[in-house]
Nanobody
Framework: QVQLVESGGGLVQAGGSLRLSCAAS????????MGWFRQTPKKEREFVAA????????YNRDSVKGRFTISRDNVKNVVYLQMNSLKPEDTAVYYC???????????WGQGTQVTVSS
């Protein structure tokens, strides 16, 4: 199993940047695909970005391409989401998630709030 703890959220003006971090417990971090999701009170939880176990492949939802970058450090057991050119519509609670072997995203952090003011 893996336990996930997000950090780095906060309040930022439109056009600004934030970097989210997700620290994972356990010795097998490099065996998990990692992802970021977000949710607002008015929307279902939605996929934002994902990165493969080795970090060699990344995936982003269309609306964040060119603005958000997911990365990971398999020595420090951390996955990051660098968010640039933030927009008010990026406001949400951001969740880190992990999955193994193509299974469903079965491990979740507690979430971190990101608020972008206009």
């Amino acid at each position: 199993q893996v336990q996930l703890v997000e950090s780095g959220g906060g309040l930022v003006q439109a056009g600004g940047s934030l970097r989210l971090s997700c620290a994972a417990s356990g010795r097998t971090f490099s065996s998990y695909d990692m992802g970021w999701f977000r949710q607002t009170p008015k929307k279902e939880r939605e996929f934002v970005a994902a990165i493969s176990r080795s970090g060699g492949s990344t995936y982003n939802r269309d609306s964040v391409k060119g603005r958000f970058t997911i990365s990971r450090d398999n020595v420090k057991n951390v996955v990051y989401l660098q968010m640039n050119s933030l927009k008010p519509e990026d406001t949400a609670v951001y969740y880190c998630a992990a999955r193994k072997g193509g299974a469903a995203w079965g491990y979740w952090g507690q979430g971190t709030q990101v608020t972008v003011s206009s």
